[in-house]
């Protein structure tokens, strides 16, 4: 097999393309304009970096720093707050200290009456207590079929 040299002259707005059988095709994407030579492009790459802000590299080293206490250093950012927001806020707290008293009386009668249980009411009581707090819940007790039925039955 024989490769043929295949020899164009540079023109920008002409290009040249080979097909699968080796044979040239020329297409013109615009009209041919007398143009000396080839556009010279230049490249800076300094202009291509990323500029780093210096308060960005200040926060990255105090976040890498081994010493906590520079995380906390600077200031956070306040923002204006309107009235809307304050009162807002206001009474969310007040929701809040109101939710968490009623949590606490919820907790007392729970010990109250957690107090009175007696023997399988009390393990009862522990088991989902427990359960609640994220363990497994206890396997179940093997008892033959008929018994089982029994015990639903009733």
Excluded: C
């Excluded at 956070?76 to 309107?82: F, T, V």
Aim: without cysteine; aromatic residues 4%; hydrophobic residues 25%.
């Amino acid at each position: 097999m024989k490769m043929k040299k295949i020899s164009s002259k540079l023109d920008p707005n002409r290009t040249s393309s080979l097909n699968h059988r080796g044979s040239s095709k020329s297409t013109s994407s615009q009209p041919s304009s007398s143009t000396t030579g080839p556009e010279i492009v230049v490249f800076d790459e300094a202009s291509k970096k990323k500029q780093i802000k210096p308060s960005t590299v200040h926060e990255w080293k105090s976040f890498m720093s081994s010493k906590i206490s520079k995380l906390k250093d600077k200031p956070a950012s306040k923002l204006q707050k309107n009235d809307e927001e304050v009162e807002e806020e206001e009474l969310n707290r007040k929701n809040d200290k109101e939710l968490q008293e009623l949590l606490e009386t919820s907790k007392l009668l729970e010990l109250y009456t957690a107090d009175r249980l007696t023997g399988k009411e009390r393990r009862k009581y522990n088991d989902k207590k427990i359960v609640e707090l994220g363990a497994k819940s206890p396997k179940s007790i093997k008892i033959p079929t008929p018994i089982s039925l029994g015990i639903q039955s009733k």
